[in-house]
């Protein structure tokens, strides 16, 4: 089957960890920018940050700069997120998608592949 599948989520605590995972299945992911995304109850969807094919290329919102770090193994078709020092506003379904990339910072779904999501919830 072909797809990208998110893992990694769960409940934390202010302060803490999570590393999540987006391992693509039934395709080889070296030749896809991914991007991941997240979305809050009543609100829209933002990217979240996002990696170039060869990995040589990192972008993330103001928001999580500092804090989250998407990186890549194209040998084991997965690209991470790992989240430092969450805060309750970074709550959210948390997606990976294929993106288009251009290297200036910008990227948007390509909508070739979407992952079914993984819960985050920070809360003491």
């Known amino acids: 089957q072909v797809q990208l599948v998110e893992s990694g989520g769960g409940l934390v605590q202010p302060g803490g960890s999570l590393r999540l995972s987006c391992v693509a299945s039934g395709f080889t992911l070296d030749i896809y920018a991914i991007g991941w995304f997240r979305q809050a109850p009543e609100k829209e969807r933002e990217g979240v940050s996002a990696?170039?094919?060869?990995?040589?290329?990192?972008v993330s919102a103001d928001s999580v700069k500092g804090r989250f770090t998407i990186s890549r193994d194209n040998a084991k078709n997965t690209v991470y997120l790992q989240m430092n020092n969450l805060k309750p506003e970074d709550t959210a379904v948390y997606y990976c998608?294929?993106?288009?990339?251009?290297?200036?910072?910008?990227?948007?779904?390509?909508?070739?592949?979407w992952g079914q999501g993984t819960q985050v919830t920070v809360s003491s």
């Open positions: 990696i170039s094919s060869s990995g040589d290329s990192t």
């Open positions: 998608a294929t993106v288009y990339y251009d290297y200036s910072g910008n990227y948007y779904p390509s909508n070739h592949y």
